[in-house]
């Protein structure tokens, strides 16, 4: 077999059948609420939910703790975001619209990332898993990607530069464990991410707006 094929297909050799099958899952409507997201439509969130949902199961089944924890967080927030998104004005105007953050809300964004990494860490410890380098990799992820589908729910610009880079750490990240399919999915994110911020950016530049 080939380099590409062993890892993509190795991994998965001794793999339960049904955890292929839901990962695979999971890969497609990740993709598509990403797609979604892009596109400012708010079926980024009912398709969010299911491979976040899926997501969550599988990596409580591998004990990734900070990836299940990420991922348990993304199914709240896509509830929250699907309301946020879909709310509108008496004259049926959206009321939340692409913006940027404010100093007010760049310091929650600090205080959430900090406090997700406290949690994170927090939960690893209580279930008495075993910290390794990364782990610890995954903690920073899980607070670059909270803070992230926060400013994503209230449509804000920073939410992409977030994405990117809380992708280009997974790519790699997933490959290492052996996630094939989650890696291609986080490496197809990354190209998604820097789309939807150009999307985004003009849409603000059409409409600019004050918060």
Do not use: C, H
């Amino acid at each position: 077999m080939s380099p590409i094929f062993d890892f993509f297909i190795g991994p998965y050799e001794d793999r339960e059948l049904s955890l292929v099958i839901l990962e695979a899952t999971a890969f497609f409507f990740g993709i598509a609420s990403v797609v979604y997201a892009k596109m400012e439509d708010i079926m980024v969130y009912p398709t969010g939910l299911v491979a976040t949902a899926i997501t969550t199961y599988i990596f409580f089944v591998d004990r990734l703790l900070g990836d299940m924890m990420m991922n348990f967080y993304f199914s709240i927030m896509s509830i929250y975001g699907w309301w946020n998104w879909a709310r509108r004005k008496q004259d049926r105007e959206f009321i939340v619209k692409i913006s940027r953050t404010n100093t007010k809300e760049k310091w929650i964004g600090v205080a959430l990332f900090s406090i997700t990494l406290l949690v994170t860490f927090g939960v690893y410890k209580a279930f008495g898993a075993e910290i390794k380098t990364t782990n610890y990799v995954d903690i920073v992820t899980s607070g670059i990607f909270f803070t992230a589908m926060w400013y994503m729910a209230n449509k804000k610009l920073e939410s992409w530069t977030l994405w990117i880079l809380g992708d280009l750490i997974t790519v790699p990240l997933y490959a290492y464990r052996g996630w094939g399919m989650f890696s291609l999915q986080y490496l197809i994110f990354t190209v998604l991410a820097i789309q939807g911020y150009v999307a985004w950016k003009k849409d603000l530049g059409r409409s600019p707006q004050t918060s």
